[in-house]
């Protein structure tokens, strides 16, 4: 839900942007700036991506995961400190996989745990202050009205909807409960019995399409990219351990561009491969991104937005391949993509689109 660490309109749009800073771009202003991208490089990290394959049939929602599809479906990586590199790697080894058919996102994880505890019983209770596994769903990858479902090893799930991220004012609806959602948890050992040690709990969910679905557009199917992201909250003392799929680079799980790809291949699972597909120029999508945390920034400094040429650590070479209009309390970034001929478009509450070129 939320657990936050705070860490110290019209367009005109030019050519495709820098994807890092060389030599000359180490100080990239007059003031001496670091470069945009040093500067907020824990943020800017390539995101991991996984590739969902279709069913070979029927899955039984057990928790067991022992179907064929779910032996042939590939394991991400394992989880890791929601913090990124330099902190201590994960106690316990967590990984997830998906698959996928007309009606249903399936995902299945695996958590190792010696003492598998839960003590929430009701729906909708805030979850994590168990042990529990999370996933959180942008079907569109607008960076807004996106899904969080938490469950604990005694399959007690707490399910919201957020209109947009807590950090840009964003708030939870609970009155979403993800219709037709099914689940199960298998245990290997003994629920809350700490006097013998267990070996994993894992968990199954089957989500609905028709639950993710906002508009009549059918965003479950071929071809298509996610952002998803998975956390394990641990309690092994105070304050909780968070790992997760990809690291957000501070302890906010409500920051979508930091979650992973997930890309869904017509071909059902363990025949022919497919490659990863991004939904879009990584290299624009990346400058867009490290300009809205200099806004955060800068707005937190100076009680206001920047303009572009106020804006830190920009080079001149970038400031000529992104446009920017801000007034006090609001801006909103573009960049035009020629091999796509779309215009992309980023505001000050973080939600990303995609205009087609005029």
Known sequence: MKRIETLGLGL????????GCAGGEKQANAEGAPCIFEKYERYLVQPRSYVAYRTEGALKIDGKLDESSWQKAKDTEAFEDISGAGFAEPKYKTTAKMLWDDDYLYVGAVLEE??????LTQRDTIIYYDNDFEVFIDPDSDGHNYFEIEVNAKNVLFDLMLDKPYRVGGDFFLQWDCPGIQSAIYIDGTLN??????????????????ALTLSFNNLLKAGNTWR????????????????????TGRIDMHMPDRWGYLHFSDNKVGTEETAMVYPHDMDIYKLMWAMFYAQQDYKNENGKFASLNELPGLSAEMKQKVSM????????????????????VLNNEGYFKKEDKK
């Open 12 to 19: 005109f749009c030019m050519a495709s942007v820098l994807t």
């Open 114 to 119: 010696p003492n598998i505890d839960a003590k």
């Open 193 to 210: 019995n700490p006097k013998d040690t267990d070996k994993m709990w894992s968990v199954e969910m089957a989500i609905p399409r028709q």
């Open 228 to 247: 998803i992201n998975f956390s394990r909250v641990e309690w092994l003392k105070k304050p909780e351990e968070n790992w997760v799929w990809n690291a």
């Open 325 to 344: 209009e801000a007034t006090t309390n609001t801006y909103e970034i573009c960049a035009e993509v020629p091999a796509e001929g779309k215009v992309y």
